[in-house]
C-alpha cells in the first residue's frame, strides 16, 4: 500500500483537527511498531445523544481515507487509536469521572470531544495536571480555553454569531427584543454580546434565562407568550417554524 500525504484542507475540521493537532504529521497505511491513544468523550445516548455518533463518523472517515497510522518525528510507524467514551448527557460530573478513568487507567496520549461546555470545562484539571492535550470539538462558551493551557478548540465560540445577529438585528430595522436564554455559560455569552451589539445602535432588549425545570411548556403556551414579546431572540424551535412568513423573526440559540 503506498503512503499518501493528509489532505487537511478537504477533510472534515474534527477529524482533521484530532489527528493533525496531536501529531501534526504525515499519514500512511505502513504497519506501526507504538500507539498513540486518543480518548474521545462525548454524548452517545440522552438528549444530546447525536453529537457522540457525529464526531465518531468524522473521524472514522478520516481514517478510512487516510490510514490509521501516521510517521512519527524519527521516522517511525505510530497507530492512532481511539477509545470512546459514552458521556450519557450527563453533566459535568460524568464526563470529569470519564475524563480522569481515559488518563489514569487507559493512559490516552489526548483527550477529545466535547459537545457541552460544563464538560469541556470538567476536564481542565485533570488534562493540566497530567499535561495531556484537549481537543474540545464543539464546546462554544467563549472562556472555555482559560481553563487549562492544554486545550485547543476547533470548532466556534457562541460570541462569534451571537455578535453578528445583534448587530444584523439592529442595522434591519429591529428595535425591541426579548431574549430567552439558558441560564450557565453558553446562553450568558449569548445574552451578553447579542447586547453588545443591538443596544449600541439605540435599541432596546429585555432578557430572560431558563433554567433546567421538569415542568414541560406545552408549544402553544410558547407561542402565545412569543406573540405578546418583540421580537424574540430565542424562543421554541416549534413556535418559530409555525409563524407565518410574515410574523416577527425569531432567533434560535440551542
Known sequence: MTRAACPLGAMSSLAAATFSIALGLTCTAAPAAETFKIGLIASYTGPFATWGPQFQNAIEAFQAINGKTVKGP????????LTYRD?????????????EELILRERVKML???ELSPHAMAVGDIAT?????VVIMNAATASIVRGSPYYVRTSVTVPQW?????????DNGIKSVY???SDYAPGLDAETYFQKTFKPQGAKSSAARARRS??????STWRRRCRRSPTPFTC??????????SSRPTWSAG
Do not use: H, M, Y
Not at 87 to 99: F, I, M
Open 74 to 81: 524519527k521516522g517511525e510507524d505510530i497507530a492512532v487509536e
Open 87 to 99: 458521556a450519557a448527557s450527563g453533566g459535568a460530573d460524568k464526563a470529569k469521572q470519564l475524563g
Open 112 to 114: 477529545a470531544g466535547f
Open 129 to 133: 495536571q497530567a499535561k495531556t492535550p
Open 162 to 170: 451571537a455578535a453578528s445577529i445583534g448587530k444584523w438585528a439592529a
Open 179 to 181: 431574549t430567552i436564554v
Open 214 to 219: 421538569k415542568r414541560r411548556i406545552s408549544p
Open 236 to 245: 421554541s424551535s416549534l413556535a418559530a417554524r409555525r409563524r407565518s412568513p
